[in-house]
């Protein structure tokens, strides 16, 4: 995931968080009502302490389940997803000397002409050549994930027996630092390994990766009960197990891309003007000045011959 893509996702992450810290609201007497407290907490919670009651009366081993089997069902998803994301990775490495050029004339650019000209061009040189301008990430996961993540926070937050729940000494219902740190640790090691097999330049690219989505995850996890911390962390280790998975992948992969590359060779992308030298701009003006001229002057012979 490209650092553009991470700071979309970090704001939707954040509002989600207030919104659902304010949207279930209380009545005179302490007790919580609304949509999301009745059609998404209450379900929860019934669910929670059913899992909890045959695993031994352990809520913290029934968070962890219900991560278990929403992860395992979007595990195809996800990995199918990471597969086109690496898909594209490659095709952005073939692609990067022309990209290069392209952003130097971008930065050096003196009019707003030059500056449009040098975004279509590679805005062309992305379509021609069948590259994703998100880099082949999409928000399904995530949307997916959104409805679950509005159900174990309302569950957690608003009962009282969740809420008081213990599981390894970790209160469920409050905020936890060691699950905070552990999320730290097993997103850092997942942003480790997905850089493994990359280039040099590639991984200069995704340096970034290692620090941003690490520190984005721990913060929600900070700021949300530890109960729903817990599923991140869960999410974690099946992340890195995904991961692990593109890592296998990535040598087919990359012949693949290969190949493709062979059969259907970079298209390079087309300027649309020529550079013109400073001499060449008062040439070309004087050169106008002067048709222009010419051609009133014929107006005004062609005016006076008609009196």
Same mark, same amino acid.
């Given at each position: 995931?490209?650092?553009?893509?991470?700071?979309?996702?970090?704001?939707?992450?954040?509002?989600?968080?207030?919104? &659902?810290?304010?949207?279930?609201?209380?009545?005179?007497?302490?007790?919580?009502?609304?949509?999301?407290?009745?059609?998404l907490a209450v379900p929860?919670?019934?669910? /929670?302490?059913?899992?909890?009651?045959?695993?031994?009366?352990?809520?913290?081993?029934?968070?962890? /389940?219900?991560?278990?089997?929403?992860?395992?069902?979007?595990?195809?998803?996800?990995? +199918?997803?990471?597969?086109?994301?690496?898909?594209?990775?490659?095709?952005?490495?073939s692609i990067q000397p022309?990209?290069? *050029?392209?952003?130097?004339?971008?930065?050096?650019?003196?009019?707003?002409? *030059?500056?449009?000209?040098?975004?279509?061009?590679?805005?062309?040189?992305?379509?021609?050549?069948?590259?994703?301008?998100?880099?082949?990430?999409?928000? &399904?996961?995530?949307?997916?994930?959104?409805?679950?993540?509005?159900?174990?926070?309302?569950?957690?937050?608003?009962?009282? *027996?969740?809420?008081?729940?213990?599981?390894?000494?970790?209160?469920?219902?409050?905020?936890?630092?060691? /699950?905070?740190?552990?999320?730290?640790?097993?997103?850092?090691?997942?942003?480790?390994?997905?850089?493994?097999?990359?280039?040099?330049?590639?991984?200069?690219?995704?340096?970034?990766?290692?620090?941003?989505?690490?520190?984005?995850?721990?913060?929600?996890?900070?700021?949300?009960?530890?109960? @729903?911390?817990?599923?991140?962390?869960?999410?974690?280790?099946?992340?890195?197990?995904?991961? @692990?998975?593109?890592?296998?992948?990535?040598?087919?992969?990359?012949?693949?891309?290969?190949?493709?590359?062979? *059969?259907?060779?970079?298209?390079?992308?087309?300027?649309?003007?020529?550079?013109?030298?400073?001499?060449?701009?008062?040439?070309?003006?004087?050169?106008?000045?002067?048709?222009?001229?010419?051609?009133?002057?014929?107006?005004?012979?062609?005016?006076? +011959?008609?009196?």
């Amino acid at each position: 995931m490209n650092r553009k893509k991470l700071s979309r996702l970090f704001p939707l992450f954040m509002v989600l968080v207030i919104f &659902l810290s304010g949207c279930v609201r209380r009545t005179a007497n302490g007790k919580p009502y609304g949509w999301v407290y009745d059609n998404l907490a209450v379900p929860t919670q019934h669910l /929670l302490f059913w899992l909890s009651q045959q695993l031994g009366n352990n809520l913290g081993w029934a968070i962890i /389940l219900i991560t278990f089997i929403v992860r395992l069902i979007l595990m195809p998803v996800m990995i +199918n997803q990471s597969r086109k994301s690496t898909i594209q990775q490659e095709k952005m490495a073939s692609i990067q000397p022309y990209m290069a *050029e392209i952003q130097k004339r971008s930065k050096e650019a003196k009019t707003q002409d *030059e500056q449009m000209e040098a975004n279509q061009e590679m805005m062309a040189l992305y379509k021609d050549n069948n590259i994703s301008m998100t880099g082949g990430i999409g928000c &399904l996961p995530l949307l997916v994930q959104m409805p679950i993540f509005a159900a174990l926070y309302a569950a957690i937050q608003y009962s009282p *027996e969740l809420s008081s729940s213990y599981f390894m000494g970790i209160n469920l219902g409050n905020k936890s630092f060691a /699950l905070t740190a552990l999320t730290f640790v097993i997103y850092a090691a997942q942003g480790y390994m997905s850089m493994i097999g990359l280039s040099p330049e590639q991984k200069k690219q995704m340096q970034s990766m290692l620090l941003i989505s690490p520190i984005m995850t721990a913060g929600i996890t900070y700021v949300s009960p530890a109960g @729903l911390g817990l599923y991140f962390f869960v999410g974690g280790i099946f992340a890195c197990l995904q991961t @692990l998975v593109i890592i296998f992948m990535r040598p087919r992969i990359k012949k693949k891309v290969a190949a493709d590359l062979e *059969e259907h060779p970079i298209k390079a992308p087309v300027r649309k003007t020529k550079p013109v030298t400073n001499d060449g701009e008062v040439e070309n003006k004087q050169a106008i000045m002067h048709n222009n001229n010419r051609q009133r002057n014929a107006g005004k012979q062609r005016h006076h +011959n008609n009196e």
